[in-house]
């Protein structure tokens, strides 16, 4: 019934009042062509005198807003979203992988360019949807605000639109700024599951507008504002010198100018420009940036403690190990990303044991064992990951003890810390206390 | 809708491609409602707040500032800075909702 509850959506003539094929006839047929005409039953128009303000038929001027522009901004910003969407989904099966998919390790870098496109895309939607939604803004108030049930269903199905769009971008931009307090819920599973709703609300809102959808786009582009002259309007238009080239030329502008000055936190020759991040390449203890400070861990005593022994557990038994007795075993560099899930990531040269040595020593067989790796944390949601096979037997999978040549400070996770290729953040779990190994699968 | 369904060897037409849409959107909303109430770590109660409070804000307070902004522009400036003070404007509104949970947070 959301399809054709207004007449510029549907400009066909509506089935229901023609005889109904052999199919209306049977009990079912015949209750849906009652709900239907039940949900299109006419509701009573407010009186005119309550028509004021922005419901008024002059109150919105610009000759810029037409479907030719919100058809094209609404397939970019689509666009976007479906960017947003499948690189979300992928860091959301890293960090809760169901059982039966072994993630791969490979590409290196999968997982920090996926996740700096999906922020890059996510800022490049705000003015993109800011001019989309100032496009439509009339259509807000609709007069008379509700025609009928399933105009109203429509119109609430917008506002599911409106309002899950705006979620995903503001909490996207409070949680790069690490803004919790006003977020009155768990970031990562309320970005996750209004993702969907915003999937589902832009897939309904195409279907029903799909008709106004096809004919703005099949239109030439016809800019019949070479300015100045749109006299076809009895409203005397405002925007007048301006031009739809002009105002996507300004929406262009400002993903540029939003995307130069963010995009540095991944990409280090533009690190310089990344002023509106909160960290960058070369910054932090030993030139790496830093989410989680040994202090705001509550690790700092324990991590200092010289009675500090690493359990690694496995099939052959338990083996406890000091840091000398680390340092002693063969070690390995390698050149891995932290990448953060909020958008930022930085290269080091990461120097320690090779995971899967480790599993060898206590009797597991390193190509076909899985691991849980556990922090000195007392709590947290963070304090242990799990690695999967491929993770584990991956050569470039290490318990690092020290980055860029140096004993690893504090803050990245001294005595010792994972690092493992394509993996987030998050689970690159750091001041390690316990490894253990099992049988994968 | 009202039709039964006939074997299909009609290629899809527009209506059909817009149900299929339709009801596919429905579910998945229907799936992010579902699974929002039943994650343990979501509060849809918060949820539910934090939407409607992007809606009234975008649409009762930041959009007609905006607009408003636009026609005072369009009022007192010479026709020849108003695009400039467009396009300034735009990208000024863009880096301001990146900068100040930055600066507040």
Known sequence: ???????????????EGTPAPRGATTAPGALIAAGRRWAHRPLPTPSPRWRRGPWRATAFTSALRTPALTARLGLVLAGCFGVCLLTGLYSHLVQHPPGWLDLPSRPVRFYQVSQGVHVATGLATIPLLGVKLWAVYPGLFHWPPVRNLAHLVERLSVAALVSAALFEVVTGVFNIAAWYAPMPFFFPSAHYWV???ATGAIVTHVGVKLPVIRAALRRAPAPPTPD??????????TGAGWGRRGLLGAVAASVGLVTVTTVGQSLPPLAGLAVLTRRRPGTGPQGVPVNRSARAAGVVALAADSA?????????GTVRLSLPELAALPQHTARLPIACVEGWSADAVWTGVRLRDLAALVGADPDRSAARVESLQPAGRYRASELGRDHLRDPLTLLALRVGGQVLHPDHGFPCRLIAPNR????QTKWVARVIVRVAR | MNRPDVPRPTPPTGSRWRRVLVVGGALTMAYAVVGALTDPDARPVGMLLFLAGVLVAHDVLLLPAVI????LADRHLPPRSRGAVRVLGLATVTLLVVAVPLLVA
């Open chain 1, 308 to 316: 500090y022994r690493l359990e690694v557990a496995g099939p052959a």
């Open chain 1, 228 to 237: 100045r002259s749109d006299r076809r309007d009895p409203i005397p238009p």
């Open chain 1, 195 to 197: 993702a969907w709703l």
């Open chain 1, 1 to 15: 019934m959301l399809r054709r509850s207004g007449p510029p959506v549907n400009p066909r003539p509506r089935p």
């Open chain 1, 424 to 427: 987030p953040g998050v689970l």
């Open chain 2, 68 to 71: 408003g902004l636009g026609v």
